[in-house]
């Protein structure tokens, strides 16, 4: 596909070990085909920025339920709270994990208006499951298939690089973990537009129960063998969605608890939540607050986390990271501690670790001096989206037909 992206000299810089190098787009592009030209282990991490715009951030829907739920009486204790958390800390009035850890403290520690801060904890999980609804309605087709396409160019690079490792007999490098932190469908999507096989945990059957031995299969592809030589298929993904998701429900039989996956039909769940038929909101789903570790402990996640610190401690790994913010200390720690080895390299695509205060800020000055973190962003200041990281990793026919011919001589 020719380059048809307008560029300048220093579009980019790459940030690594307390120095900086400053590269066009096509150059960062051709520094990421070489990389995934390599035989290594490949997992992405892929957060809630990578869903804009069909899906809003969560501080986003809050803004929105704080102007349209003023007169509401949930708006009302939404206010009450906000305020109480300005008293000692404005900057955090607005931070929806701290609101939210302050909400489950007040109906965990049995403070006063436990019921009235139970209607608001539940009200606000709806607001936010609804935003994930609505981005897959008619109104959003549009940005649905913008933000769909970009996944795919992703899954498309990922999968292309593994195939062509795999003609080089270097079938050890097939596998792509894919961890997320987001509760949307938009990666199985693209796994199932692309054709490429993959697993999430669940099983095939008329139940689909949550399984981690499920991560551990493969199926055989009985037609590319060789003297009955059974050849597994490739590549292969598994999708790890490390915070859940919204077709995710857990069921309780003979004192056991299984996690199943429930198709949805998105029209009509926005429509029940209009006329407040809530009971199916007890998703399993890891809710915006400061306790995110601890709910980690729990199944399914404790699973689901197991194969992230696993998937990292395989020698000669990397992990790309996309619209991931690294607010969540529980991850971030998980990567600090993987950056001690020489074989774990980290690749970051984000805006200027060192422009804001946020996670990234946090993180970044924890690990810049080692040699393995790699943060590339924009020049400017500006955003790093989904949209260049998708264009960084999809594939380059034309060069990639190349180095295969050069690799065959």
Known sequence: MPDTVNQKKGDFVIRRGGSEDTRTK???????????????NISTLIGSGASLNAIPLMGTT???????????KNGKRLEEIRNE???????RKDDIEFIFSTIEQKINGGAAK?????SLRRDLMTEFIRSIYSGYTIEKRTDYNSVLENYIRVIHGLGRSRQILARQQK????????????????????LERSHYAYTDGFSNGLDNVFSDREFHRRPIDLEDRFRDHLQPINP??????LHGSINWEKEKKNNREFVHRVPIDFEKSISDLDKGRSDKLDKVLIAPTKSKFALTQDMPY???????????????????????GFGDSHISNLIESALDRTDFTLYVFNENPIQNKNGLHDFYFKVKSSPNAYFISPVDGGPLTFGDFAYFMQPNIDADSQQETLEER
């Open 114 to 118: 436990k019921k009235e801060n139970e």
């Open 62 to 72: 809050l803004k929105k339920y704080c102007n349209e739920k003023k007169e509401d």
């Open 236 to 241: 292969f993904f598994r999708l790890i969605k």
């Open 302 to 324: 404790s699973d689901l986390f197991r194969e992230f610190v696993n998937c990292m401690a395989v020698p000669n790994s990397i992990l790309f990271v996309s619209g991931f």
């Open 26 to 40: 096509r150059e960062i592009r051709d520094f990421v085909q070489s990389i995934l030209r390599r035989a290594v």
């Open 171 to 190: 079938t050890t490098f097939d596998i792509v973990n894919l961890f997320t932190t987001n509760y949307d469908f938009f990666r199985e999507e693209a």
């Open 85 to 91: 958390i300005a008293e000692t800390d404005v900057a």
